[in-house]
């Protein structure tokens, strides 16, 4: 829209300024351009009034941009108006000088002195001229009062005589016009176009005759070619025409007589009648004159005005442009916005400011987006540090140097069972729960930071500089939080560092809970224990039953029968216990050295029927219920060890539900196989076979299910303790694991046992088949 | 002289046609018309100044036609040319092209323009007989003849207009 308007102006401008310079030049009275000056005034006209309309666009626009306040229209408006100003003003004044230069000048060529001096002149020329008529018309009565009565003879020569005189011509003519006698200064001249016409005959019969001057130039030869006073005046003659006095009886006849006018006399009358003319043509005209120069300036004033309006848009937006550009861009990166603005082309002061105006907003775009990233990449690594402080198994607490907690990840919860994240900020000795876990820690740094003293055998106070042994390390021992029916101790291997958090120094205590690891270590030595101790007893345990055996043998014929009873007694107590401790220790080398097992492909739903055969007996008796998964898919194990495993958790079960009051519901046991499927390390979907067991007796007290798999823990009256850790080993064996837990309901105990090497695929495929 | 007075107080700033007729001769079909109309003070002025005053008549007969165009059989135009000889004090009529007349008194002159000659429009062949013309005539003081300052002036002043209305009538050629 703007681009139309401006090329409009442009060429709207251009055009004016055209038809101007020809209105200009139409100015002079000739040519092609005078016969169109009309026109001109038309099309200039017409231009004009376009160029208004088109200011008058413009400056609405403006106003309206003004009045809605839009940004920059204010500076718009300041520049238009001063270019407006400065095209305007000179042209009103020279306009107004030319207007009054104009009318005056043009009035001052009309002057009454120069007007009478021509009307004198007129007169003198016309005067001159009436007075050689005159003469022509004395001569012509003297000639015609000669001429009376003569016949055509004598007539002749008095013609003669008279043309002799100074005449062109002289005839003699009759009533009719008719040529009687004729004399001609040119004697060969041809008298036919010289006879005077009828009407002039009817005026020469009157008194006075005809006397009239002729000729004159030819106004259309006149105004095409040169104009020239003496080709003009061989045109003028004066002509008389008179009645000659007849005798009576005579027929009527005339005298004319032509004279040329004196060649002198003709010449300056007529230049001086041409210039009368043009005099009076000059004032008649010079109305319109001045309107024409009046209008011509008028109509360069108003094309001049509007070109300077016109032109006064142009430039003010040509200047304003960068300028609000500029001011919008800084709008914009006060509102964030930092992309380049367009740059304006020019090579000036005001190129150069939006070209750094571009660089500036682009080095801040750049700072800035430094920033983000860094931020970005310092969110990231925290959250990805949060994250592996979160999923770590080991317990972080962050302290300060007065022993406050800053910070502290998941793994505390769950192994101190104290909600230490809702606890940030205060002292750890303060935490309910943990004085026994604070206290330790704080001797720990205390003795480090006195070990680090003495080694450096300098005062406290040097020990803060240089360097430092990094950490301790500490196994700490502590009870169970009363009201958990646990009543365990729990043991943590914790190592504790100083570190610098902000301005001073703080603590940071990693730990762990390895009651597992001592569990293990527990159950390792336990092992050993057993072999040797089966060992050592076993080597005595066969003389012993041996000697007694003999001893009955060869004394029971001599003695008594009292004696002999009480022998017989004696040795086969001594036979049944050793035969009992036999047993124990075999129960104990076996657990020490269980036959490695023999993998092979196995289906455990069918070992586990086959199994339960020996306890079910198919009645409404029966305590056993099974939910045996039918797709389940073959596993890699030995069936004599698999089928130990069943065999020890069965009886477990059995014995729990012995224990049991009579008065509680029906006695159940679960037997229950599925496939899991899981998402392993490397990323891949796996499968595993899982067996539980479960009944609803009493459940694991608190203390045993802590230590389950270790030997020698039970509950029984009469366990050896062997049986959990037996399992425990052979599903090691088989690569699986095993749990053991309350029921979440609390009603009875759960053993779930999670077999994770499955039959090869082909295997179970070729089972599939022929099922 | 009375009716003449008449007629001229009603063309004020104008001519009228007062009469207009079409008449058939020997050699073709000539203009029988008469004007009334008087020089304004500023026509008058200039004319004895020296200025000469052109009169054009325009004159057009066309015949309707309802399938095409009118049938333009004649456009004729005739300019007289009034003068006045400072020096010898007469006034000179010219038609153009044809001889000049001398009168010695402006009303002479001006009887002539207004009462013309017949003026031969159209040769023999150039109607149909039998055939309604429209005849369009015009009389006019021609401003194309005036110097330009005139002719400027005469945009908005009426001392130097004068003009008739279009006259239109019928004629059916013989």
Known sequence: MSKVLRYALVVGSAIATILLFLLASASDNTGFLARNFSWLVGVNTAVALALLLLVVVYLARLYSRYKAGRFGSRLMARLVLLFAGIGILPGLVIFMVSVMFVSHSIESWFDVKIEAALDSGLKLGQAALDEALSDLGATASTTAATLGGQGDDSAHIVLMRTVDEGMQSAMLLAADGKLLVAAAEDRRSDFSGDLPTA??????????????????????????????????????????????????????????????????????????????????????????????????????????????????????????????????????????????????????????????????????????????????????????????????????????????????????????????????????????????????????????????????????????????????????????????????????????SRLPVGAGSGFIVVFDDISDVISAQRSVAWGEVARRLAHEIKNPLTPIQLSAERMQMKLADRLDPQGAELLKKGTDTIVNQVDAMKRMVDDFRDYAKAPPAVLTPLDLNGLITQILNLYLAEDESDVIHTALAADLPRIMGDPTQLRQVIHNLLQNAQDALADRPPEDRAARIDVITEAIHYVGADGGSGTAVRLAILDNGPGFAPKI?????????????RGTGLGLPMVKKIVDEHGGRIDVANRADGSGASVSILLLKLAPEANLAGNLAGA | MLAFACVTAQAADGIDITRNRIE???????????????????????????????????????????????????????????????????????????????????????????????????????????????????????????????????????????????????????
């Open chain 1, 199 to 496: 009407q002039m005959l009817k005026q020469a019969a009157m008194p006075g005759g005809y006397a009239r001057i002729e000729g004159g130039a030819d106004r259309d030869f006149r105004d095409n070619g040169e104009h020239n006073g003496l080709d003009a005046a061989t045109g003028r003659r004066l002509r008389v025409v008179l009645a000659v006095p007849e005798p009576p009886g005579m027929a009527p006849r005339y005298l004319q007589l032509l004279q040329s006018v004196p060649v002198n006399l003709a010449s300056n009358a007529e230049v001086l009648s041409t210039a009368y003319s043009e005099y009076q043509d000059r004032k008649v005209g010079r109305t319109g004159l001045r309107k024409m120069y009046i209008g011509t300036l008028t109509l360069t004033l108003l094309l001049a005005i509007f070109g300077a309006i016109g032109s006064a848009f142009l430039i003010a937006g040509n200047l304003a442009q960068p300028l609000l550009v500029l001011a919008e861009g800084t709008r914009a990166v006060a509102e964030g916005d930092l992309s380049p603005r367009p740059i304006v082309e020019t090579n000036d002061e005001l190129g150069t400011l939006t070209q750094s105006f571009n660089a500036m907003t682009g080095q801040l775009f750049e700072a800035r987006s430094a920033v983000e990233r860094n931020r970005a990449a310092l969110e990231s690594a925290k959250a990805h540090l949060e994250s592996v402080l979160g999923n770590m198994s080991a317990g972080v607490i962050v302290l300060d140097a007065e022993g406050v907690v800053v910070n502290s990840n998941d793994a505390v919860h769950r192994i101190l069972q104290v909600d230490i994240a809702a606890l940030a900020g205060r002292a750890l000795d303060q935490i309910e729960g943990l004085e026994t876990f604070a206290e330790a820690v704080g001797r720990a740094f205390s003795a480090q930071s006195a070990a680090q003293s003495a080694a450096q055998g300098g005062p406290g106070g040097a020990s803060r500089r240089g360097p430092r042994r990094s950490h301790w390390q500490q196994e700490i021992e502590i009870p169970r939080r009363p009201g958990t029916d646990d009543d365990h101790d729990i043991t943590l291997l914790a190592r504790g």
């Open chain 2, 24 to 174: 058939a001769s020997e050699d073709g079909y000539r203009l029988d018309a008469m004007y009334a109309f008087d020089l304004t003070t500023s026509l008058r002025q200039a004319l004895q100044g020296g200025m000469p005053v052109y009169f054009t008549t325009e004159i057009e007969l066309t015949r309707p036609r309802w399938y095409w165009y009118d049938d333009r059989a004649v456009a004729a135009r005739r300019t007289v040319r009034l003068d006045y000889d400072v020096l010898a004090r007469v006034y000179h009529v010219l038609v153009i092209g044809s001889v000049q007349q001398t009168y010695d008194t402006l009303d002479d002159a001006l009887l002539a323009i207004r009462r013309p000659g017949r003026w031969l429009i159209g040769q023999k062949g150039a109607l149909k007989p039998g055939e309604t013309y429209e005849v369009t005539l015009r009389m006019f003081m021609d401003r194309d003849y005036l110097q330009k300052p005139l002719q400027i002036d005469a945009l908005n002043n009426s001392d130097w207009r004068l003009t008739s209305h279009k006259k239109t009538f019928t004629y059916r050629a013989e």
């Open chain 1, 705 to 717: 299910l802590s230590r389950a798999f270790e030997p020698y823990v039970t509950s029984k009256a």
